[in-house]
């Protein structure tokens, strides 16, 4: 499902900065929907629990792909007024970060931080 960032970034794009969509954006989103429509019939893909469709996983799924594309169109607009490249892409990268911390802390509670400190200095 994050596959899709790229396209709602070029769709953010073409509505609120009058970009031009590239020639092959309609094929390219019909091949990540084949793939998407694919990985679910064949029960590969996460967004599915126990053979059903989890909305709330979709939900923060959509959340998460809106957050990136948010944050790409935020990077082209500070480029924009002549800020620094690294200060754009800094800055929406942060922004972007917050969001899924938001999703993680909202899923999995502070415990899910916890846990991956743990892992990542070797204690648990």
């Not at 957050?67 to 924009?80: E, T």
């Not at 002549?82 to 999995?108: D, E, K, N, T, W």
């Amino acid at each position: 499902m994050f596959s899709l960032t790229v396209p709602a970034s070029a769709l953010l794009a073409f509505w609120s900065l009058g970009e031009r969509l590239p020639r092959t954006f309609p094929l390219s989103v019909g091949l990540i929907m084949v793939g998407l429509l694919v990985a679910a019939a064949a029960g590969g893909s996460a967004m599915f629990e126990s053979g059903g469709l989890s909305l709330s996983g979709v939900a923060w799924a959509l959340v998460g792909v809106v957050a990136f594309a948010f944050s790409g169109l935020s990077a082209r607009r500070i480029q924009q007024h002549g800020l620094p490249l690294g200060l754009s892409v800094g800055l929406c990268s942060l922004m972007a970060s917050i969001a899924f911390a938001v999703i993680a802390l909202a899923l999995y509670g502070p415990g899910h931080f916890m846990d991956l400190s743990r892992r990542q200095i070797g204690a648990g």
